[in-house]
């Protein structure tokens, strides 16, 4: 049964290898036109296997994750005596109060990503940026108390800026939901750990998805008609680390897609929205099945050889054939080389976000998870001890790139003859 199984697999690959690779080989990628500055005619729609512009150019994404800016983990965050991003906040809040809390998280934000961090970007060569937001961004809870700005209305400024200046540079934006109400995984890196309840069949599981429905609703309707978003990626990650089966997660990841599909259909028929498979092709339904028009199919791969990765990357075209893809986040670990990472995202007609710009760590600055990495002698803010003051010290003009953060040599040595 097993050797049965094995021919039926190589056939699959001597036949349809043909129909997924050679057509990368004669395929022409071109930056817009208008490069530097984008206009309507940028907007990007689904075309094929192909991400297109309205001037019916074939744009293949090839950028960097800004995280760490907007949703915090500890291992690429400056702060200690905290586990997630959710105890920090709440540790901030009970210390300090809520407006002074959100005024260090503000402080952080305004220093980690700025007008310089996006001409660098684009000085690079890269035309995309994805970037990770939670829903503490613009609720105060999970009860769905807004975060309002000065004139009372809901505050979107954080996207907004960032879609800008994005815009002005002829950079895409990919807005990542990383971490939605309720959560979607126990993974840590959607804002809390352990606490996955989008999911939960019960009344406050449903309130999660109707605020989540609601923040996304909204984030569609403002950006509905703007061109330098490239599309919506509805979750991160959906059920990561949640111990069930396959058969459990794939109901859930397929209801909660659905949903948040229709949701982002009502308002905004135009952009793309992409579906996360992450590590497998097989994990959602076909677009065709459920009827999902102008789809991105996303993985997110981080294999330990060049032979799974390979494997992978040709599994994922052959499962989703005429369709756009997207490598969300990547890193190869041990026996995996960035050239063959890109080579074959390249043949098989992947777009791609390195994981990520910059991170403060700990010997970061010496690896290949970021292109920046926080110079040796940075402080970590001790979000139980350290003084309001210590903290907005920590949290400010020292997270600026220039200022507190050394190039990995990543970016020269791995990524440049791929962009």
């Known amino acids: 049964m097993k050797t049965k199984k094995l021919l039926i697999w190589l056939l699959c690959v001597l036949f349809v290898l043909p129909c997924v690779l050679p057509a990368a080989a004669t395929t022409i990628y071109t930056v817009p036109t208008n490069a530097d500055a984008f206009d309507a005619n940028d907007f990007l729609t689904a075309k094929g296997r192909y991400l297109v512009n309205r001037r019916n150019e074939k744009i293949q994404l090839k950028g960097v994750n800004l995280g760490a800016w907007m949703i915090w983990e500890d291992w690429l965050n400056p702060y200690e005596e905290a586990s997630d991003h959710y ?59 807004k975060i309002l700005d000065k004139n009372g209305d809901w505050d979107f400024s954080r996207l907004d800026w960032v879609v800008e200046e994005c815009g002005k540079r002829g950079l895409y934006v990919i807005l990542d939901m990383h971490g939605a109400v309720g959560y979607q995984s126990d993974a840590p890196h959607s804002g809390k750990g352990n606490s996955v309840g989008l999911y939960a069949d019960t009344e406050q599981g449903e309130r999660y998805r109707a605020l989540t429905d609601e923040l996304w609703a909204a984030i569609a309707t403002r950006f509905c008609d703007n061109p330098t978003v490239a599309m919506y990626d509805l979750l991160n990650e959906p059920m990561c680390d949640v111990p069930e089966n396959s058969v459990v997660r794939r109901i859930n990841n397929e209801k909660i897609y659905t949903r948040l599909y229709n949701t982002v259909r009502a308002v905004d028929p135009n952009h793309a929205i992409s579906v996360e498979c992450i590590w497998t092709p097989f994990a959602l339904p076909h677009k065709q099945v459920k009827g999902w028009t102008n789809v991105v199919y996303q ?31 990547f890193y190869p670990h041990k026996k995996t080389t960035w050239d063959n990472c890109f080579k074959k995202m390249n043949q098989a007609d992947f777009s791609w976000m390195l994981w990520t710009y910059k991170a403060t760590g700990h010997g970061m600055w010496d690896g290949d998870w970021c292109l920046f990495g926080s110079k040796d002698g940075f402080w970590r803010a001790k979000v139980k001890t350290d003084s309001f003051e210590d903290i907005a010290y920590k949290w400010g003009e020292r997270q600026q790139t220039q200022i507190g953060f050394q190039d990995s040599g990543h970016y020269e040595r791995d990524v440049k003859a791929y962009l």
């Open 87 to 145: 105890e920090v906040l709440t540790t901030l809040t009970e210390r300090f109060g809520e407006e002074k809390a959100y005024e260090l998280m503000n402080i952080y934000m305004d220093n980690f990503i700025t007008e310089w961090d996006l001409d660098n970007i684009k000085s690079m060569g890269f035309n995309c940026v994805r970037v990770p937001f939670w829903f503490r961004n613009f609720y105060y809870d999970d009860n769905g108390r």
């Open 299 to 329: 993985v997110h791969f981080y294999e330990t050889t060049d032979f799974v990765f390979s494997w992978n990357v040709l599994m994922t075209r052959m499962w989703y054939l005429n369709t756009p893809l997207l490598m969300g986040e």
